[in-house]
């Protein structure tokens, strides 16, 4: 059925005519002949209505036949051309036309779209690194810049693809800080580790073997890195042994299978086939991918995700690990030696230990008991350092004492007595604390001096008890309480091991350090000490007695305090420090001071009564035969004057030790003198016997008046002897050891047995004078209180 010709009026041109088939176009010039019939008949019917528009018409007549004559020409010419191998030949001479002309048109769309794609990719990167999320994204198009940048070097040499290039690169070794970045930190989790790792992979085609090698060498700089904060020792520390603990775990969760599992994601299909590459706007990439190169569309990342096996892992993790925790217990000890406070440290190592102990489970690629050991023996070395140290402060008294000593006579201080009127408008508020305080000193004889040395002391004594009470905060740490179940089943230790090692072993070495630092510095400084008295025994100045004081009062307050630090007694109260041996130079120096005067007027005295021709007292005497019953007025002057010069000296200074060397000196000296006054009164005596003979002559008549003042001698004699005796045994009293002391002999019992046998005295008059002399002592003992 031949197709019905459209209607030429709706043609906009001739051409428009031959777009039909030849039997429609035909049909066309039928019924374009058939319209110019009728239309010249229409135009005789409108040329007698207007002449002009007739002439109009005639001329679109003529127009119209001179078309239509080309058009029959040229229907003609189609008419013989319109055969199959014409339209053939015409076919494909149109389709090499088409390719010639896509080929120049694809080869400029192609430049500027992949151009423009390379434009965009520096500003697309540098937006995805500020969000770390974005790495891989940000490697991704990295990769993409790279090809498009190959591409179009190779057509061109544009100055813009090097600056682009330039630029590439700068992004580059920023991508791969900001992975590192994402590698040193310890909050990022496993999903976002294995996606830096990936671009890390992506962007530097590095195999797992690579990755793992970069992530351990970023992540044992950040270790080190981290221990350089001397300003945060605790974190520091914490968080590089965090860092290490968890480098261990990620180690382990990530390689080799779900990095492996990862990157062969990454290369299961094209690069620009990535959903995530597609969706980045600013690359337009709906527009500009058809245009781009085949070999930049098709390209598919390649990388060997399989080239890491596990026991290759397991062995650079056990290498890695040696290395590192060599680092971190390096950097340790570095950070450890900066602190001096031992709580501070003690706390140190209670939180590292937990760190280690609630991180590790089984710590893979480590030995986690040989870590423990390696930890804790870090921090004890260095707690034993510290323990040395403040034992070793205790050295610096002998230092002080020497310096005190040596400007001794300029920096003499003048102690102040307890009765000054300064005592009476003290304040004696808040519980007369001051009040107390001041009469202790005064009573002691702490003197600036004194005080200096003993804050020294007591300051030595707190940071020792600080110690002590860390120790024992050790000691209650219970560390089985700190740790799951789970954690602890799989512990190759167990709770029972980490609470003898932690709470019982290493506070109980710390003891014996702290003892054994005591112990040695303690005796150290006994024997400097020691030393010094010996240059003060030696020093023949008038200034011995004073320095004397001093050093007894130093050495007094300090072994008063020694026994508070509740140390082992052993080291403490050991002989060493200060032997008593040392101290009797000392006290000798003293006695000698204090009784040299009171003992040279009691013998004056003494001499003065021997001259005298009356016994003192005489008509006070007792019982048949009638003897003394209490002292002479010279014996308790001598003692009155005694006791002056030792309060004069300082009552505090007086202990057991210093009153047994004066008593035992004063009575040597009181026994010589005894003896020396006995033999006098009776040289004396017997000389006055010889002077009434001579003066006598040999008068029979006044041979009973001699023999009565001969007899008067004799009783004078034996009065005063027995005065002197009584005296003695009095002082005998006051000046015996008290019980329990060991001396070889009672030096005044040869003096009491020469006065009994000149004063010819009995048994029975002895044991009377004796037992007097003793209960007038108890009698008048207070008086004399400082020599009780």
């Not at 009127?421 to 003290?426: A, G, L, Q, R």
Request: hydrophobic residues 35%; glycine residues 4%; neutral net charge.
């Amino acid at each position: 059925m031949e197709k019905e010709a459209p209607d030429p009026r709706i043609f906009k041109s001739w051409e428009d005519a031959f777009q039909y088939p030849i039997p429609v176009v035909r049909k066309l010039e039928q019924q374009l002949r058939f319209n110019v019939d009728d239309s010249r008949e229409k135009l005789r019917t409108l040329v007698g209505a207007s002449y002009r528009d007739l002439l109009g018409t005639a001329e679109r007549i003529i127009d119209m036949d001179e078309n239509m004559e080309q058009m029959e020409e040229t229907i003609s010419t189609i008419g013989q051309k319109c055969n199959s191998r014409a339209i053939e030949k015409i076919f494909s001479n149109y389709v090499k036309l088409e390719d010639h002309n896509r080929k120049q048109n694809q080869q400029h769309y192609s430049y500027a779209a992949q151009l423009a794609v390379l434009q965009s990719c520096p500003g697309v990167i540098s937006r995805l690194l500020k969000s770390t999320s974005s790495l891989l994204l940000a490697a991704k198009v990295l990769v993409l810049s790279r090809l498009l940048h190959k591409t179009l070097s190779q057509d061109s040499a544009l100055p813009l693809l090097e600056t682009l290039r330039n630029r590439l690169a700068s992004l580059r070794q920023k991508l791969l800080s900001y992975i590192d970045k994402q590698f040193s930190t310890l909050e990022i989790d496993v999903p976002a580790l294995i996606e830096a790792m990936c671009a890390f992979s992506l962007a530097t085609s590095s195999t797992p073997t690579d990755v793992l090698r970069h992530f351990h060498h970023v992540r044992i700089e950040a270790i080190s890195t981290r221990l350089e904060y001397s300003s945060q020792r605790e974190q520091s520390i914490l968080k590089s042994l965090k860092l290490y603990t968890r480098t261990l775990h990620d180690t382990q969760a990530i390689f080799p299978k779900r990095l492996a599992e990862s990157l062969s994601r990454l290369k299961s299909y094209p690069l620009l086939k990535d959903k995530d590459v597609n969706s980045v706007i600013e690359l337009k990439l709906d527009i500009h991918e058809r245009w781009i190169a085949d070999e930049v569309r098709n390209f598919t990342p390649y990388l060997r995700h399989d080239e890491l096996n596990r026991t290759e892992t397991e062995k650079l993790l056990r290498t890695w690990a040696k290395r590192a925790l060599g680092t971190v217990l390096s950097g340790m000890k570095t950070l450890i030696d900066q602190e001096g406070d031992v709580k501070s440290l003690v706390d140190l190592r209670r939180n590292v230990l937990e760190t280690w102990l609630s991180s590790t489970g089984r710590a893979p690629g480590q030995d986690s008991s040989r870590v423990l050991d390696d930890i804790r023996g870090t921090m004890l070395e260095r707690l034993k350092g510290l323990i040395q140290h403040r034992a070793k402060e205790f050295d610096t008294l002998h230092v002080q004492v020497s310096r005190i000593l040596d400007r001794w006579s300029k920096s003499r201080e003048s102690e102040v007595s307890l009765w000054d009127d300064s005592m009476i408008n003290m304040d004696i508020g808040n519980g007369a604390s001051k009040f107390k305080e001041t009469i202790l000193a005064r009573s002691h004889g702490r003197a600036q001096s004194v005080n200096y040395l003993i804050s020294h002391y007591d300051e030595w004594a707190r940071s020792i008890a600080e110690v002590q009470k860390a120790i024992k905060s050790m000691k209650d740490t219970r560390w089985d309480d700190d740790f799951d179940e789970e954690d602890s089943d799989d512990d190759e230790l167990g709770l029972d091991s980490k609470q003898t090692l932690l709470s019982e072993n290493d506070p109980r070495d710390l003891e014996e350090a702290l003892a054994e630092s005591l112990f040695t510095n303690l005796k150290d400084t006994g024997r400097r000490l020691e030393e010094l008295a010996t240059t003060i025994v030696k020093d023949d100045s008038a200034d011995s007695a004073g320095k004397a004081v001093f050093f007894i009062r130093v050495l007094r307050e300090v072994t008063q305090r020694l026994p508070k630090l509740d140390a082992k007694k052993s080291s403490i109260n050991s002989p060493q420090f200060f032997s008593t041996a040392s101290t009797e130079p000392l006290f000798s120096i003293l006695s000698s001071r204090v009784s040299k005067t009171p003992l040279h007027s009691y013998a004056m005295s003494i001499k003065k009564s021997v001259n005298s021709k009356r016994v003192v007292a005489r008509t006070l005497w007792e019982g048949n035969p009638q003897l003394p019953v209490q002292p002479s007025p010279r014996a308790f002057k001598y003692l009155h004057a005694l006791t002056r010069d030792m309060t004069s000296v300082g009552p505090d200074v007086w202990s057991p030790g210093a009153k047994r060397v004066l008593k035992k000196t004063v009575a040597e000296d009181m026994a010589r003198l005894i003896e020396e006054m006995v033999t006098l009164v009776d040289e004396d005596e017997v000389k006055d016997d010889r002077k009434t003979q001579v003066d006598g002559g040999d008068i029979p008549d006044g041979a009973n008046d001699h023999k009565v003042k001969e007899m008067d001698s004799t009783i004078l004699r034996a009065e005063k002897i027995t005065q002197i005796l009584y005296d003695t045994l009095y002082l005998r009293k006051v000046f015996a050891m008290p019980k329990g002391a060991v001396e070889k002999k009672d030096s005044i019992e040869l003096a009491v047995q020469l006065g009994k046998q000149k004063a010819s005295l009995d048994d029975a008059a002895m044991e009377r004078l004796n037992k007097s002399a003793n209960d007038y002592w108890k009698r008048t003992y207070l008086l004399f209180a400082i020599l009780a």
